[in-house]
């Protein structure tokens, strides 16, 4: 991460959250009636988009590449977009129902050097 903060930057403003808040609830994931909600602090989303990163940066994802992130709106999503920020990647988001043609076009038409991915949504949970 850069040392010189960047006011409006992504990464940088959630590092200066966290670290005056950490256990704020950023936000919560409501995860149907079976399971319970994933609420969300400042601290969650710095240790999760940390690990992401090291884990795109291990993978050989670096400045300026991109990645597509086919995933559905849980905690994960807002890890990767973080780490994205982090490293100076660009994450592209695709809709998880996309399959066949239209998602092989998407990534393609990306120029995506990779793929971080869920299940499909439709699975059980």
Do not use: W
């Amino acid at each position: 991460m850069s040392t010189e903060y960047i006011s409006g930057m992504f990464s940088d403003e959630l590092v200066k959250k966290c670290e005056k808040m950490p256990d704020f609830p950023v936000i919560t994931f409501e995860n149907g009636k079976y399971l319970a909600e994933e609420v969300v602090t400042y601290q969650d989303l710095f240790r999760g988009g940390c690990k992401v990163a090291h884990a795109l940066q291990k993978a050989g994802i670096g400045k300026g590449d991109r990645f597509s992130q086919v995933m559905r709106n849980h905690p994960e999503f807002l890890y990767t977009l973080f780490a994205a920020s982090i490293i100076g990647a660009v994450a592209v988001p695709i809709d998880p129902r996309s399959k066949g043609n239209k998602l092989s076009y998407q990534i393609k038409d990306s120029n995506s050097k990779g793929i971080i991915f869920t299940a499909c949504p439709c699975s059980p949970c």
